[in-house]
């Protein structure tokens, strides 16, 4: 069993993000956080404590956004409010059949404790199980509160079933939920996302959503310039391998990471769906990239074959 303690301290940089599947601004944050994890490869490591977000929207009230309570108008005006976000941050949203919330799932904690169990196994599957989580509920307007959709995703990226159905149902998972709850109460933490950097006993916690420049400035800081970041080239080699690294990638997160513009984008894509390297996938009010495969390509660490 592969674990890994999100709060230990290492010489690299440590983005831990207090998040929760179904946070828009932490979907909104996986552009940078992307390009983080590729301009500074192996100095860097992003990890996750589950915070819990909701725990009951019938108790639950966000003024602001006039989200809670009833569950059902819940939905309607979070779907408005995600869709607000996403023209923002520009991670793609579904809105049509969104239904995050129902009397019968009415919180966000599963969710959260499918990561645990997830990662009680394998933290390599457990952070492609949270992304893909996270596209499931934002781009799909799936109910990811579910059993059966948590156990299909699950399945998706390679997770033992039997290992993550136990964990589930013997209490071991929550029981890792509730040591990240208490974490997050240790770092006074509110709102999704925050985040805290850290490289060796210095740390910085940022609050919501953030520029990649602003992790630039922090990083720069708590390591007095030692550790600094490449920007790839602009190639399609290197684009083609970013797309294949991350197996669905958003046009936001290769425009942020290689500094594209428009024009620059849609050029590169292009040559890459010509040649055949590439496809397009609609996903709510914007589209996925995924690499093409060989006709027969094996995932040796999650054991799924794929055409």
């Not at 499918?114 to 394998?122: I, L, T």
Request: proline fraction near 4%; aromatic fraction near 10%.
């Amino acid at each position: 069993m592969e674990r890994r303690d999100e709060m230990k301290s290492n010489k690299k940089i440590d983005i831990i993000e207090f998040t929760d599947p179904v946070c828009t601004w932490c979907w909104g944050s996986e552009p940078f956080l992307r390009k983080l994890e590729t301009w500074y490869g192996d100095q860097l490591e992003v990890k996750y404590v589950m915070g819990g977000l909701v725990k009951d929207i019938r108790d639950f009230y966000d003024s602001y956004n006039d989200i809670g309570r009833d569950p059902e108008r819940s939905n309607k005006q979070i779907v408005k409010h995600w869709v607000e976000a996403s023209e923002r941050h520009g991670m793609p949203v579904e809105s049509e059949g969104f239904h995050l919330f129902s009397n019968e799932y009415p919180s966000t904690y599963p969710q959260n404790i499918a990561y645990k169990a997830a990662q009680m196994e394998n933290q390599v599957l457990a952070d492609k199980f949270l992304r893909r989580m996270r596209e499931a509920s934002s781009a799909e307007a799936k109910q990811t509160s579910r059993p059966e959709v948590q156990i299909e995703l699950a399945s998706e990226v390679g997770l033992d079933i039997s290992k993550f159905l136990e964990r589930l149902s013997d209490g071991s998972a929550e029981a890792a939920f509730q040591e990240d709850l208490k974490i997050t109460q240790k770092y006074g933490v509110r709102g999704f996302p925050t985040f805290l950097v850290r490289y060796g006993d210095k740390e910085i916690l940022l609050h919501s959503y953030q520029s990649f420049e602003s992790f630039q400035a922090v990083i720069n800081s708590l390591t007095a310039g030692s550790v600094t970041g490449s920007r790839p080239e602009k190639t399609e080699e290197n684009v083609l391998g970013f797309i294949s690294k991350y197996e669905r990638v958003a046009p936001i997160e290769l425009q942020m990471c290689f500094d594209m513009t428009t024009r620059e984008y849609t050029e590169m894509i292009d040559k890459l769906l010509k040649k055949n390297q590439c496809r397009t996938i609609r996903a709510g009010n914007g589209v996925f990239i995924e690499a093409v495969t060989s006709p027969l390509s094996c995932d040796t660490i999650s054991g799924v074959c794929s055409l």
